[in-house]
């Protein structure tokens, strides 16, 4: 009899990824959640998008194997308490909020990695003088301590800039903020943190460099990690990052150490039965290398550069890890040496789309770098100030998935494929 596996939110893409795991034809893949509830809502509420869940599971004729997380929040803690409920191994919930929760994490990495911590304070956006809380020189960054990307994250380089920030920070936080106390609710929290709610801000140091970021699991205590993603420097000095490659070209005591923090931290939180990706800065310049968060799940970000590299997606290690089974991935068995997902991204201006390229054109793409493939995510007549979860320095209209040999070969195949792609956009003042 197959094995059942509920995955939350998931997509076409991801279920033909699924299809290349070691014993695809031994389990039944079903959809828990949609993408619309669970991923691109504007607003919800964490309890009903849980009741949600709990009765698609209480009303399957079947048997329940397996649910795995791959996007982030609310997924990221709905997927702990549901496991809990129906016997299935995973991570406690307190140890994914200790995560989840931008404060409360960087005060329990102070405990145990204090060396890659970047300096922060607790802002209250609500009090009725927040600039008083902060005790960071500028510039720094303030964010909500819950938030998607950098939504409602601004860089402060003066009185006038904060308060400006506060104010938008005040009309829009509760959006996610207001659900994720629901999430909280569901753990026992300490006295601090119960203060520091979900519309509560963060302010931290800013640093930069180049960022890299190891995906492993934890299984019975047993820490592992599987690959490490790089995101270079953009080819567009007005965007951050554009594009995740695999496997990362940085130096490997730098791998090394990423790894080390990553295993300290997440044993020091208690985390076990899961799986992670945690992102990091180096700074090449000095030296100096900075954690910047721990999320308690694979990334779907990174599904596909698994495939093309190592030839099997990293849902088998959630799948694994679920079924009570040692994780394992297979290693450079794909197509490509080094595979990375790019953004195509426009400047941060508003504007309606008018033309996107046709299937000709990404099809003649794919025939002159073979392994491209290209998503696009908007369509004549959508706004760009309309769409969902975006970062505040660019819109994203798409994804490119490119190939190559080496990470120079990527790097020149990206710059091609951005200026065969056509968009016609109007621009709105």
């Known amino acids: 009899m197959k094995r059942n596996i509920f995955v939350v939110a998931l997509e076409d893409q991801q279920r033909e990824e699924l299809e290349t795991l070691r014993h695809s034809d031994q389990f039944e893949v079903h959809s828990l959640l949609s993408v619309k509830a669970a991923v691109e809502s504007p607003s919800f509420s964490f309890d009903e998008l849980l009741d ?16 795995v997380a791959q996007w982030d929040f609310p997924t990221s803690v709905l997927v ?3 496991c809990r409920e129906y016997g299935i191994p995973s991570p ?24 890659v911590v970047p300096e922060f304070c607790a802002v209250d956006p609500f009090a009725e003088d927040p ?3 902060v005790t960071l020189e500028y510039p720094f960054w303030i964010k909500p301590v819950k938030a998607f990307s950098s939504h409602l994250g601004f860089r402060i380089e003066n009185d006038e800039q904060f308060h400006a920030a506060i104010e938008e920070i005040r009309q829009g936080i509760r959006q996610l903020g207001d659900p994720f106390n629901e999430a909280l609710r569901h753990a ?35 820490f592992n990690v599987h690959g490490i993603i790089a995101q270079p420097n953009s080819v567009n000095k007005e965007i951050p990052y554009d594009r995740l490659e695999y496997p990362s070209n940085l130096p490997e005591r730098i791998h090394r150490e990423m790894i080390d923090v990553s295993r300290r931290f997440l044993e020091h939180i208690g985390y076990d039965n899961g799986c992670f990706n945690a992102e990091f800065m180096w700074d090449e310049e000095n030296d100096r290398l900075w954690l910047i968060e721990v999320n308690t799940r694979i990334s779907q970000s990174h599904s596909e550069i698994f495939i093309m590299v190592d030839g099997m997606s990293n849902h088998e290690v959630a799948v694994d890890i679920a079924f009570g089974e040692r994780p394992s991935l297979a290693n450079r068995q794909g197509v490509a040496a080094v595979a990375a997902k790019c953004y195509i991204p426009y400047e941060h201006r508003d504007g309606i789309v008018k033309r996107v390229p046709s299937e000709a054109e990404i099809e ?11 998503r696009i995510d908007v369509e004549p007549g959508t706004r ?46």
Not at 52 to 67: N, V
Not at 94 to 108: A, G, N, Q, T
Not at 199 to 222: D, K, L, M
């Open 364 to 374: 003649a793409l794919a025939e002159r770098f073979p392994g491209t493939k290209v």
């Open 188 to 222: 026992e929290l300490p006295s601090h943190i119960q203060e520091m709610d979900g519309n509560s801000c963060i302010a931290e140091q800013i640093v930069s460099g180049v960022q890299g970021a190891p995906e492993g699991t934890v299984y019975r205590g047993e």
């Open 92 to 115: 406690s919930v307190e140890s994914v909020l200790m995560c989840e929760h931008k404060y409360w994490s960087r005060l329990e990495q102070q405990k145990v990695i204090p060396e």
């Open 131 to 133: 600039l008083s809380q």
């Open 80 to 82: 702990p308490i549901l």
């Open 52 to 67: 949600q869940a709990r009765k698609k599971l209480e009303t399957f004729d079947g048997s329940i194997d397996a649910i």
């Open 384 to 429: 760009l100030g309309e769409l969902l979860h975006q970062d505040n320095f660019c819109y994203r209209l798409g994804t490119l998935y490119v190939a190559g040999e080496d990470h120079d070969q990527i790097e020149e195949r990206y710059r091609a494929c951005l200026e065969a792609l056509e968009f016609e956009i109007e621009p709105i003042e």
